[in-house]
């Protein structure tokens, strides 16, 4: 029985025609998902860099509010928190896609991996993933890498793995975090007992920050900066 299925870069949830106007194609997120709620042997799924916007993300949180028995899902580099509007050339957020996302994962008692790599999350929807983190008790795997969470995302997520319990290892790579984001995930850490690894490489930290994270991680946590 198939257990694992790549479906990355095939531009599932949408393009853009002449590269300039977008075109969403949602029935292909939501066949992915009309299969989630029947498929029994599936464990893994990779949808990574298919532009499923918001739309899609929330068809597939829909499906896996019931399916049981997928542990994995790499949603990375697809649009479910915004998307970039190249012709007004600023990002528009989504926020509901992140919305449904968290909905999910407060329901969903199987999943133990997700990564969001690339989604568009920013601070606003650092606050969805938070409220998901703070019930949530499968997840031991996290990836918000290149999200642009900044000082407020950072301190959201924070805030959630001071009562989180399960998660071992979260990524929170190149997020724009600078010191003051630094210094809300250290205060986590001394709060924190059961994350193994962390990383938070490419955040412009400076030396004093970077020391304060090395000091509260010693030797329980492999840190990666």
Known sequence: SLTYLNLDKNIIGGYHSNYVQLIFTPEGPAAISEMLKVNK?????SLGFNHIYAEGGIAVADALKTNNTLTSLNLDFNKIGGYYDRNKREIVPTPEGLAAI?????????LT?????????????????????????SLTYLNLEENKLEEKGAAAVADALKKNNTLTSLN????YLFDEGACHVAEMLKANTTLQTISIAKNQ??????MKLKEVADTRIALQL
């Open 205 to 210: 930290l400076g030396d004093a920050a970077k």
């Open 41 to 45: 042997t599936l464990t893994s799924i």
């Open 102 to 110: 968290s909905a999910m994962l407060k329901v969903n008692t199987t």
């Open 113 to 137: 991996s997700i990564s969001l790599a690339g989604s568009y999350i920013q601070a606003e929807g650092a606050g969805y993933v938070s409220e998901a983190l703070k019930t949530n008790e």
């Open 172 to 175: 929170l790579n190149r997020n």
